[in-house]
Protein backbone atom coordinates (compact mmCIF):
# COMPACT_ATOMS: atom_id res chain seq x y z
CA UNK A 1 0.00 0.00 0.00
CA UNK A 2 0.85 3.11 -0.80
CA UNK A 3 1.81 5.66 1.75
CA UNK A 4 2.55 9.45 2.73
CA UNK A 5 4.00 10.75 6.11
CA UNK A 6 4.03 14.93 6.93
CA UNK A 7 6.52 15.56 10.15
CA UNK A 8 5.35 18.26 11.74
CA UNK A 9 1.56 19.07 12.30
CA UNK A 10 2.31 22.67 12.68
CA UNK A 11 4.73 24.74 11.38
CA UNK A 12 5.35 28.27 11.75
CA UNK A 13 7.30 30.73 10.23
CA UNK A 14 7.86 34.61 9.90
CA UNK A 15 6.99 36.48 6.97
CA UNK A 16 9.46 36.26 4.45
CA UNK A 17 11.42 33.79 6.02
CA UNK A 18 11.60 29.90 4.14
CA UNK A 19 8.96 27.62 4.62
CA UNK A 20 9.98 24.06 4.36
CA UNK A 21 7.04 21.25 4.43
CA UNK A 22 8.03 17.50 4.28
CA UNK A 23 6.52 14.73 3.18
CA UNK A 24 7.85 11.32 2.69
CA UNK A 25 6.32 8.71 0.76
CA UNK A 26 6.23 4.86 0.77
CA UNK A 27 5.43 3.48 -2.69
CA UNK A 28 6.35 0.06 -4.55
CA UNK A 29 5.82 1.53 -8.22
CA UNK A 30 7.38 5.00 -9.05
CA UNK A 31 4.53 7.75 -7.39
CA UNK A 32 2.50 10.39 -8.39
CA UNK A 33 2.55 13.14 -5.89
CA UNK A 34 1.14 15.91 -5.18
CA UNK A 35 0.48 19.15 -2.55
CA UNK A 36 -2.58 20.54 -1.86
CA UNK A 37 -3.84 23.52 -0.13
CA UNK A 38 -6.75 23.99 1.88
CA UNK A 39 -7.91 27.14 3.32
CA UNK A 40 -10.32 27.38 6.65
CA UNK A 41 -14.03 26.19 5.41
CA UNK A 42 -12.77 25.40 1.73
CA UNK A 43 -12.20 22.57 -0.16
CA UNK A 44 -8.46 21.47 -1.60
CA UNK A 45 -6.45 23.38 -4.16
CA UNK A 46 -3.46 21.85 -6.06
CA UNK A 47 -0.84 23.39 -5.24
CA UNK A 48 1.85 21.34 -7.14
CA UNK A 49 2.18 17.63 -8.63
CA UNK A 50 4.88 15.35 -9.22
CA UNK A 51 4.47 13.24 -12.53
CA UNK A 52 7.75 11.72 -12.89
CA UNK A 53 8.56 14.65 -16.37
CA UNK A 54 11.17 16.74 -13.56
CA UNK A 55 12.59 16.09 -10.44
CA UNK A 56 11.70 19.97 -9.08
CA UNK A 57 7.87 20.52 -9.65
CA UNK A 58 7.07 24.45 -9.67
CA UNK A 59 3.35 25.29 -8.79
CA UNK A 60 1.18 28.10 -7.87
CA UNK A 61 1.72 30.78 -5.52
CA UNK A 62 5.91 30.61 -5.81
CA UNK A 63 5.71 27.28 -3.88
CA UNK A 64 8.09 24.29 -5.54
CA UNK A 65 8.67 21.23 -4.52
CA UNK A 66 11.62 18.52 -5.14
CA UNK A 67 11.85 14.64 -5.94
CA UNK A 68 14.90 12.87 -4.20
CA UNK A 69 13.85 9.54 -4.45
CA UNK A 70 17.10 8.45 -2.69
CA UNK A 71 15.25 10.05 0.39
CA UNK A 72 12.11 9.23 -0.64
CA UNK A 73 10.72 12.74 0.18
CA UNK A 74 8.72 15.65 -2.00
CA UNK A 75 9.09 18.43 0.43
CA UNK A 76 7.46 21.86 -0.13
CA UNK A 77 9.65 24.66 -0.04
CA UNK A 78 8.85 28.59 -0.69
CA UNK A 79 11.42 31.28 -0.52
CA UNK A 80 9.19 33.97 1.29
CA UNK A 81 6.46 33.43 2.98
CA UNK A 82 3.23 35.18 2.67
CA UNK A 83 0.67 36.15 5.72
CA UNK A 84 -2.01 34.51 3.00
CA UNK A 85 -0.21 31.10 2.76
CA UNK A 86 -1.57 30.84 6.51
CA UNK A 87 -3.39 26.92 5.60
CA UNK A 88 -3.72 23.49 5.86
CA UNK A 89 -1.08 21.96 3.92
CA UNK A 90 -1.90 18.17 2.71
CA UNK A 91 0.83 15.98 0.28
CA UNK A 92 -0.70 13.21 -1.17
CA UNK A 93 0.19 9.91 -3.46
CA UNK A 94 -1.78 8.32 -6.20
CA UNK A 95 -2.88 4.82 -6.97
CA UNK A 96 -2.59 5.79 -10.29
CA UNK A 97 1.01 4.27 -11.28
CA UNK A 98 -0.17 1.17 -9.32
CA UNK A 99 -1.52 -1.85 -11.78
CA UNK A 100 -5.76 -0.74 -12.45
CA UNK A 101 -4.82 2.76 -11.90
CA UNK A 102 -7.81 4.69 -10.70
CA UNK A 103 -7.70 7.81 -8.77
CA UNK A 104 -7.72 7.15 -5.06
CA UNK A 105 -5.07 9.62 -3.24
CA UNK A 106 -3.82 8.84 -0.18
CA UNK A 107 -3.09 11.76 2.47
CA UNK A 108 -0.81 12.59 4.86
CA UNK A 109 -1.90 13.99 7.89
CA UNK A 110 -1.53 17.52 7.16
CA UNK A 111 0.90 20.56 8.23
CA UNK A 112 -0.70 23.62 9.53
CA UNK A 113 1.17 26.62 8.51
CA UNK A 114 0.98 29.85 10.72
CA UNK A 115 3.17 32.83 9.37
CA UNK A 116 3.85 35.20 11.72
CA UNK A 117 4.71 39.16 11.26
CA UNK B 1 -15.53 26.66 -16.76
CA UNK B 2 -17.40 26.13 -13.16
CA UNK B 3 -15.45 23.77 -10.43
CA UNK B 4 -16.77 21.30 -8.52
CA UNK B 5 -19.98 21.92 -6.75
CA UNK B 6 -21.43 20.63 -3.88
CA UNK B 7 -24.74 20.85 -2.01
CA UNK B 8 -25.76 21.20 0.29
CA UNK B 9 -22.94 22.94 1.72
CA UNK B 10 -23.53 22.85 5.42
CA UNK B 11 -26.20 19.80 7.44
CA UNK B 12 -26.95 19.55 10.62
CA UNK B 13 -28.53 15.52 10.61
CA UNK B 14 -30.30 13.71 13.90
CA UNK B 15 -28.51 10.41 14.68
CA UNK B 16 -29.83 7.25 13.08
CA UNK B 17 -31.44 9.48 9.86
CA UNK B 18 -29.93 9.26 6.49
CA UNK B 19 -28.37 11.37 4.46
CA UNK B 20 -27.98 12.42 0.83
CA UNK B 21 -24.99 14.60 -0.72
CA UNK B 22 -24.64 15.90 -4.07
CA UNK B 23 -22.04 16.55 -6.42
CA UNK B 24 -21.40 18.07 -9.63
CA UNK B 25 -18.03 17.61 -11.30
CA UNK B 26 -16.57 19.71 -13.90
CA UNK B 27 -18.46 19.39 -17.29
CA UNK B 28 -16.63 16.99 -19.42
CA UNK B 29 -15.10 14.87 -16.30
CA UNK B 30 -16.09 11.67 -15.86
CA UNK B 31 -14.76 10.58 -12.78
CA UNK B 32 -15.95 11.86 -9.32
CA UNK B 33 -14.13 10.69 -6.16
CA UNK B 34 -15.53 10.63 -2.64
CA UNK B 35 -13.69 11.49 0.73
CA UNK B 36 -13.89 11.98 4.32
CA UNK B 37 -12.24 14.47 6.21
CA UNK B 38 -12.39 14.26 9.87
CA UNK B 39 -10.12 15.92 12.92
CA UNK B 40 -8.91 12.35 14.20
CA UNK B 41 -8.70 10.79 10.98
CA UNK B 42 -7.85 13.16 8.79
CA UNK B 43 -8.47 12.95 4.51
CA UNK B 44 -9.96 9.39 3.55
CA UNK B 45 -11.00 8.18 0.39
CA UNK B 46 -14.93 6.39 0.26
CA UNK B 47 -15.20 5.86 -3.63
CA UNK B 48 -15.12 6.53 -7.24
CA UNK B 49 -17.33 6.20 -9.57
CA UNK B 50 -16.44 6.37 -12.99
CA UNK B 51 -19.60 5.86 -16.47
CA UNK B 52 -21.84 4.96 -13.44
CA UNK B 53 -19.66 2.25 -11.90
CA UNK B 54 -18.08 2.37 -9.06
CA UNK B 55 -14.56 1.27 -9.25
CA UNK B 56 -12.66 1.45 -6.09
CA UNK B 57 -14.41 1.90 -2.65
CA UNK B 58 -12.40 2.82 0.69
CA UNK B 59 -12.56 0.79 4.20
CA UNK B 60 -15.91 2.26 5.23
CA UNK B 61 -19.30 0.46 6.26
CA UNK B 62 -22.38 -0.10 4.24
CA UNK B 63 -23.85 2.79 5.43
CA UNK B 64 -21.68 4.84 3.17
CA UNK B 65 -22.98 3.88 -0.35
CA UNK B 66 -22.92 5.96 -3.74
CA UNK B 67 -23.97 6.63 -7.62
CA UNK B 68 -23.34 8.37 -10.50
CA UNK B 69 -25.75 9.45 -12.94
CA UNK B 70 -25.22 9.46 -16.48
CA UNK B 71 -24.03 13.20 -16.82
CA UNK B 72 -21.59 11.96 -14.15
CA UNK B 73 -23.04 13.90 -11.17
CA UNK B 74 -22.77 12.18 -8.20
CA UNK B 75 -24.84 11.36 -5.14
CA UNK B 76 -23.41 9.68 -1.92
CA UNK B 77 -25.55 8.53 0.98
CA UNK B 78 -25.30 7.40 4.73
CA UNK B 79 -28.32 5.86 6.31
CA UNK B 80 -28.39 5.06 10.41
CA UNK B 81 -25.96 8.36 10.77
CA UNK B 82 -24.04 7.97 14.14
CA UNK B 83 -21.88 11.13 16.17
CA UNK B 84 -18.56 10.05 14.51
CA UNK B 85 -20.07 10.50 10.86
CA UNK B 86 -19.77 14.35 11.76
CA UNK B 87 -17.17 15.33 9.05
CA UNK B 88 -16.58 17.41 6.20
CA UNK B 89 -17.25 15.33 2.99
CA UNK B 90 -15.31 16.43 -0.11
CA UNK B 91 -15.90 15.04 -3.62
CA UNK B 92 -13.50 15.51 -6.41
CA UNK B 93 -13.77 15.24 -10.25
CA UNK B 94 -10.89 14.40 -13.00
CA UNK B 95 -11.68 13.85 -16.73
CA UNK B 96 -11.29 10.03 -16.74
CA UNK B 97 -9.24 7.38 -14.92
CA UNK B 98 -6.30 8.61 -16.69
CA UNK B 99 -5.77 11.57 -15.93
CA UNK B 100 -4.11 11.90 -12.55
CA UNK B 101 -5.43 15.65 -11.46
CA UNK B 102 -8.62 15.98 -9.19
CA UNK B 103 -9.99 18.91 -8.36
CA UNK B 104 -11.62 19.34 -5.42
CA UNK B 105 -15.11 20.95 -4.54
CA UNK B 106 -15.94 23.20 -1.41
CA UNK B 107 -17.59 20.21 0.30
CA UNK B 108 -20.29 19.53 2.60
CA UNK B 109 -20.06 19.90 6.20
CA UNK B 110 -22.34 17.43 7.96
CA UNK B 111 -22.70 17.50 11.73
CA UNK B 112 -25.00 14.80 13.41
CA UNK B 113 -26.16 15.28 16.81
Known amino acids: AQSVTQLGSHVSVSEGALVLLRCNYSSSVPPYLFWYVQYPNQGLQLLLK??????LVKGINGFEAEFKKSETSFHLTKPSAHMSDAAEYFC???????????????FGTGTQLKVEL | KAGVTQTPRYLIKTRGQQVTLSCSPISGHRSVSWYQQTPGQGLQFLFE???????NKGNFPGRFSGRQFSNSRSEMNVSTLELGDSALYLCASSPDRASYEQYFGPGTRLTVT
Open chain 1, 92 to 106: AVSDFGLTGGGNKLT
Open chain 2, 49 to 55: YFSETQR
Open chain 1, 50 to 55: YTSAAT
